[in-house]
């Protein structure tokens, strides 16, 4: 079993645990007596979890919130499209060289051939 594997079994296990432990508490709160009264049990293990993903949530918020804030704008759709078309006027600008390099690098393979054959 590779590390990545160990560590999702793990995860998995603590996981099952936590929730039959959750749910044995919440119907069973009996079993906690020497610790609690039930009542203060069952309000507990309710209040916790809720408390938990509430704090969870509004953590997702403000980092959502935190990194709007701090992203700087993107350029005007006007500005890009210039670029684009700017970029395209050079390509075409250099497509003729380009294809007069592709005509001499072709004729100098002729010449090699013609030489090779000769």
């Given at each position: 079993m590779?590390?990545?594997?160990v560590?999702?079994?793990?995860?998995?296990?603590?996981?099952v645990l936590v929730?039959?432990?959750?749910?044995?508490?919440?119907f069973y709160p009996q079993w906690l007596s020497s610790i609690a009264p039930a009542s203060e049990v069952k309000?507990?293990?309710?209040?916790?979890?809720?408390?938990?993903?509430?704090v969870a949530i509004m953590a997702i918020g403000a980092w959502i919130g935190w990194t709007m804030a701090t992203t700087p704008p993107p350029k005007p759709i006007?500005?890009?499209?210039a670029e684009m078309e700017e970029k395209k006027e050079?390509?075409?600008?250099?497509?003729?060289?380009i294809e007069e390099a592709a005509a001499e690098a072709s004729t100098e393979e002729k010449k090699l051939e013609k030489k090779r054959k000769g």
């Open positions: 590779s590390k990545d594997q560590i999702g079994g793990v995860i998995c296990l603590v996981c929730a039959i432990f959750y749910v044995v508490t919440l309000f507990w293990i309710v209040a916790v979890p809720v408390l938990i993903t509430f006007e500005e890009i499209t050079e390509l075409k600008a250099e497509a003729p060289k």
